[in-house]
């Protein structure tokens, strides 16, 4: 049969280091095609190469049975070929109808060269109404959400008659219910033949809606296969090389004495009268929808906005925290949303930003003891398993996990006591993930305070001893490790305490 | 709240420094700028600028007004010193106006001045062609105008032109410095910025009595901006190339005072003499130190006192020349020291 | 792993060296060109006490850079505390220490209130270095009365003119003060913090760092150098001019831009500004030598900057 897309026999190296060897990709037209492995495995660099961004050392690229070449995005998006990042790529600043057509504007005057909005809004429209999207193509794109924006992404690919759409982590930063949208859109695409290459780490979307699942491992083809005919564990098995016997390997830890106590926080209407507490040797997951409030709560705790009300207590005293200094002073510490904008220094190398916390105690008197933090940092590299040569490398060119073992490092040299994870795992590959969570048990074995955020129910119900559940600014719910399931953090998140969803 | 009320006190203290600042950025030490610059930003700023009113002891309720490019250094504050006590003492009212080197504001404020019912005005022009309008405008309704220091591009426009003339200055110091040195020998030239009238202008006057000294040669010549410091390194550099030098002629006494400093430093005094134009007291100082040759002056206060006249004239009826040009002064250690006692008086 | 060579080579990256090989031919050339002017030791000398009052000014701009701010005052603020200083020096028997000190203090309070603007009023530092700029240079106009302070006392001239072991004192004050700068930045908690609120004041924030403190410190660094240069460029032309340093800080911005110091903070290692200073002072000093005219200077200089600030943008886009 006639695949839409082939890559045949792919091999690419970079200076002397081989990222793909052999690797071969056959997508059916009108498929769902998921593209697995764990981050370094090769895949966004076998998407670049499709996009024409990189030249292959040896190996071929056919459509539909023919032979093409790619010479770079905008050519191959005249082939048919388009690609949704994970970091979208829109104009921030200009119209919903301007960023569709972005590249190849509709034109008043030829000779002018006027560009003709109202018909490219019509047209935008046009689309909108097939795909029953209710966005207003004259509407500003800062003021959309990031799943309008993935939206207004996949209008872009369609009027350009793309026959492979390439999306990259897209629900990565949206919600479940958001995220239904967006296959809605993918189950239509398919109709039209449209085949689609879906990169994620999400386990039980790639189950849900991908029809053929391929895997890379270390810049090798291992397989493909249906998605109906593979189980989860044969696939990490393919993906990892090695069994994994559980995804979340929980211990059970006893908890110790109450150590933080936050009574009726209030912070105008982010947080609204908050009250739980937190022991010792606990992991205390904090869920809900997006929005819900969550990261206002713990950025309330460490200092980073003022209280508008309530009290916060560490071993029952009650605390003034004026600014992440006084948290940290408290021995807390703060791994935030988003690591790029809060949690690195991207400029900066891993040991640099390993010390950021620790500065003064690696000091004597105002100078840095340079030997101690290079000392420091290999250490950490290697207990966290940080994949780098050297501590000298900058940050910004490690993997997303890596990444946040950076960013893990760099705090647990704080030696904190309490230790606040906001979306610990997100856009991390599932052997990273898997580290991630051996580290907070054993953070929590050795007498430590843990509070988790996560938007994933199933890595809350995972890895947690007790959750609260969030909605609007407030506290809905508590539920306890024996009690937990789905569809009960999901009505706590759905509701405010007292009114029914 | 209080982070925006403490950014709008910086601003706003930002903001009136600025308007004290205005027109003072690229001011030479004394001798005219370019024109054609002028500081948008600043012009509602400065609309309300300085007016003052002198009270007359007796004559006559007429007032003499005296626009000034700018009032911020030696030069100007010369020449409307001299206006000003001439002005009083043919017996009218002076006032004084400063544009901050913006030619629209000088427009602005003539025509304020004749609304107000001032009959006769001096004008140091901003810009040779913007302000011609504005002199239009006030010949038709009957004022008498004096245009001093810099000729406007249509000199018929108005009544007179009182001033010093660049392309003489130039020459009166470069026959000087060709004779100190024996009319032979090589010259270096200090600038003011390309292009400037006053720049230009005395090139000019170099270039012609250079004519008649086929022996002197012209080594180096860059500018340095009117400004001190440019000109010490400048010089620094010549002294060091391996040519030499036996005199360095620069356009103002801010320049040559930089080149003088160079010369003393590579103890090259008894070698090199320096020149200088404006005769500030700071260049009267250094001739009488010995650390320049000669200072030319442009007659500033002449110029203020002939143009003073020559509007009391044309009040009074009196015929007046179409142009008066103001003798240039040379001064040397002779003559120096008077010089500078009146100035400091 | 084999990327270890790689990465090592990463750090040292070609633009640093660039600029090395650069200065290197730039100067072998000159001396090719004029054996006689150019590669006199005295006419060296002179290299390294012009490249001085700049090369000052870039360690506090360098601070500022790396940051994460720009200060465009630092030319302003050399007149006033130059004016200020002068206006001491007249004084017959002061102490001329008690000029030093003023030209200090005027050069601090100025980059305070840069610092306070930006730190604490939020505004961004290009629009209040711009709105300082003028006004400072308002300022030493009307204390200074107009006109430049003249009449100095020698004491204060003699902080310039004096030589140790063969050097002009210039130069060490230069060295000294870029030798400081360099360790400050280097090994220091608070140097690594200058790196961090430019790298990303974000997470600087986060990680308990008090931005805000640091940047008026920083804003208030620069205004002390920049103090500094007015005090030694009124001890050099004897005079205290309202109308000194004027276009000073482009150049010392040009001199860390140059050394690799990239604008958009962070990143960069302090030698660099050396090497920029001492570029921009060779071309001057050469093309002096060589009769060719300021303006022509200035187009070079300009394409050595844009050349600089390419290789910075080239250099990060290899990053990602």
Redesign the interface.
């Known amino acids: 049969m006639n695949y839409a897309l082939e890559m045949k026999n792919i091999y690419k190296s970079f200076s002397g280091v081989k990222v793909l060897q052999d690797v071969t990709l056959q997508i059916k037209p009108g498929e769902v095609h998921a593209l697995m492995g764990e981050n370094g495995a090769g895949k966004s660099t076998l998407m670049k190469i499709l996009m024409g961004i990189y030249k292959v050392d040896a190996g071929m690229i056919c459509m539909s049975g023919q032979e093409v070449a790619m010479h770079g995005p905008k050519d191959a998006m005249t082939k048919g070929i388009a690609m949704i990042h994970q970091e979208l790529n829109t104009i921030l600043d200009m119209e919903v109808a301007e960023n569709v057509f972005m590249g190849r504007e509709l034109l008043q005057n030829k000779t002018l060269r006027l560009v003709d909005k109202n018909k490219m809004r019509a047209e935008t429209q046009r689309y909108f109404d097939e795909l029953e999207i209710d966005i207003n193509p004259k509407a500003n794109m800062r003021t959309l959400s990031v799943a309008q924006m993935q939206l207004v992404e996949i209008v872009k690919a369609i009027s350009v008659q793309s026959r492979i759409i390439v999306m990259d982590e897209p629900t990565s930063a949206i919600t479940e219910k958001e995220a239904e949208i967006l296959f809605k859109q993918i189950e239509r695409l398919k109709k039209q033949d449209v085949a689609i290459i879906y990169i994620s780490h999400k386990m039980n979307e790639i189950f849900k809606i991908s029809d053929t699942i391929s895997v890379l491992r270390d810049g090798h083809f291992i397989g493909t296969k249906a998605s109906t005919q593979l189980s989860e564990d044969e696939l990490i098995k393919m993906m990892v090389g090695r069994e994994i016997t559980e995804i979340y390997p929980k211990e059970e830890t006893a908890r110790g004495a109450i150590i933080l106590e936050v009574k009726n926080l209030s912070r105008k209407k982010h947080v609204q009268d908050a009250s739980f507490s937190l022991h010792e040797g606990e992991v205390l997951g904090i869920a809900g929808l997006i929005g819900a409030g969550r990261s206002e709560l713990v950025e309330t705790i460490f200092g980073m906005y003022p209280k508008t009300g309530g009290e916060i207590l560490i071993n029952g005293k009650p605390i003034t925290l004026k600014s992440p200094a006084d948290a940290i002073r408290h021995k807390i510490a703060l791994i935030t949303e988003d690591r790029k904008l809060t949690g690195l220094n991207l400029v900066g190398t891993v040991k640099e930003n390993i010390s950021l916390a620790s500065l003064q105690a690696l000091a004597h008197g105002g100078i840095l003891d340079k030997k101690r933090e290079l000392e420091i940092a290999d250490k950490y590299i290697k207990e966290l398993g940080i994949k780098t040569p050297s501590a000298d490398v900058l940050v910004g060119n490690l993997s997303g996990g890596n990444q946040q073992k950076v960013v893990l490092a760099k705090w647990l040299l704080a030696q904190p006591d309490i230790i606040i994870f906001d979306e610990p795992t997100r856009g991390i590959d599932v052997g990273a993930k898997r580290d991630i969570y051996i580290l907070i048990n054993e953070l929590a074995k050795a007498g430590k305070a843990i509070i988790v955020i996560s938007s994933e129910m199933a890595e809350i119900i995972g890895i947690c001893d007790r959750t609260l559940v969030m909605c609007e600014g407030q506290i809905t719910g508590e539920l306890y490790r024996s009690q937990f399931s789905q569809e009960l953090i999901m009505a706590y998140a759905s509701r405010k305490e007292g009114k029914p969803a | 709240m209080m982070k925006k009320a403490l950014a709008m006190l910086v601003v706003m203290t930002m903001g009136f420094s600025a308007l004290t600042a205005c027109g003072s950025n690229k001011a030479a030490d004394n001798s005219t700028t370019d024109t054609t610059e002028s500081k948008a930003a600043n012009d509602n700023a400065e609309k309300e600028e300085d007016v003052k009113e002198s009270d007359s002891a007796s004559g006559s309720d007429e007032t003499i007004a005296l626009f000034m490019t700018h009032m911020s250094n030696e030069f100007t504050i010369t020449l409307s010193g001299a206006v000003e006590a001439e002005v009083e003492a043919r017996g009218y009212k002076y006032s004084v106006y400063d544009a901050g080197q913006d030619v629209a504001t000088q427009v602005d404020q003539i025509e304020q001045a004749i609304t107000l019912g001032v009959k006769g005005i001096i004008i140091e022009p901003v810009s040779v062609d913007g302000v011609v309008p504005a002199v239009r405008a006030a010949k038709e309704e009957g004022v008498a105008v004096v245009i001093v220091n810099q000729k406007i591009s249509d000199p018929s426009a108005a009544d007179c032109y009182v001033g010093a003339d660049a392309a003489t200055t130039g020459e009166i110091l470069m026959k000087k410095a060709a004779e100190d040195i024996g009319g032979k020998g090589n010259v270096a030239f200090l600038l003011g910025p390309m292009g400037s009238d006053g720049q230009v202008g005395r090139s000019e006057g170099f270039e012609n009595v250079l004519k008649d000294y086929p022996d002197i040669n012209v080594v180096f010549q860059d500018t340095a901006e009117w400004q001190t410091e440019p000109a010490l390194t400048i010089t620094e550099n010549w002294l060091n190339s391996g040519k030499e030098i036996d005199a360095i002629v620069s356009q103002n006494d801010g320049m040559a005072v930089g080149a003088a400093k160079a010369v003393a430093d590579a103890k090259l005094d008894d070698r090199v003499k320096v020149y200088g134009i404006d005769a500030t007291s700071e260049g009267l100082q250094a001739v009488l130190d010995g650390k320049l040759a000669a200072t030319v002056s442009q007659g500033t206060e002449d110029q203020g006192k002939l143009s003073a006249d020559a509007c009391a004239d044309l009040l009074e009826g009196i015929e007046v020349k179409a142009e008066t040009i103001v003798d240039n002064v040379t001064y040397t250690k002779d003559n120096a020291q008077e010089a500078l006692d009146a100035i400091k008086k | 792993?084999?990327?270890?060579n790689?990465?090592?080579k990463?750090?040292l990256n070609y633009r640093e060296f660039g600029i090395f090989i650069a200065f290197f031919t730039l100067v072998i050339v000159l001396m090719i060109i004029?054996p006689?002017?150019f590669a006199?030791p005295?006419?060296l000398i002179?290299i390294l006490k012009?490249a001085s009052?700049n090369g000052i000014l870039s360690c506090g701009m360098m601070f500022v850079i790396i940051s994460g701010g720009i200060d465009l005052s630092a030319g302003s603020t050399i007149a006033l505390s130059g004016v200020v200083a002068a206006l001491c020096a007249q004084i017959q028997g002061l102490p001329v220490i008690v000029a030093v000190l003023a030209a200090l203090a005027v050069g601090a309070a100025v980059g305070a209130?840069n610092g306070?603007?930006v730190a604490?009023?939020?505004?961004p530092p290009f629009i209040?270095t711009l709105?300082?700029m003028?006004?400072?240079?308002?300022?030493a106009?009307?204390v200074s009365g107009?006109?430049?302070v003249?009449?100095l006392a020698k004491s204060f001239e003699n902080l310039t003119?004096q030589f140790i072991l063969g050097i002009p004192i210039l130069a060490i004050y230069f060295i000294v003060i870029v030798l400081i700068s360099g360790f400050v930045l280097t090994?220091?908690?608070?140097g690594?913090?200058v790196?961090?609120i430019g790298?990303?004041e974000?997470?600087?924030?986060?990680?308990?760092?008090?931005v805000k403190r640091m940047k008026l410190t920083v804003y208030t660094l620069c205004g002390l150098t920049a103090g500094v240069a007015g005090l030694l460029?009124a001890s050099?032309?004897?005079?205290g001019?309202?109308?000194?340093?004027?276009g000073y800080e482009m150049d010392a911005i040009a001199a860390v831009v140059i050394g690799g110091i990239?604008m958009s903070g962070?990143?960069g290692k302090w030698y660099g500004t050396i090497i920029g200073a001492l570029l921009l002072a060779v071309i001057?000093?050469g093309l002096?030598?060589l009769?060719v005219?300021?303006?022509y200077q200035k187009i070079i200089k300009g394409v050595i900057i844009a050349v600089a600030v390419y290789l910075d943008l080239r250099g990060k886009a290899r990053?990602?």
């Open positions: 792993m084999k990327n270890k790689e990465n090592k990463k750090i004029s006689n002017a006199k005295r006419n002179n012009q009052v209130v306070f603007g604490y009023a939020g505004l209040i709105a300082t003028t006004g400072i240079r308002g300022l106009l009307i107009g006109s430049p003249y009449g003119n090994k220091t908690v608070f690594r913090r790196y961090a790298g990303n974000a997470t600087a924030r986060v990680t308990g760092i008090n460029v050099r032309t004897v005079q001019s309202p109308t000194a340093g004027d990239s962070g990143s001057s000093n002096d030598i009769g005219s300021s303006n990053q990602e």
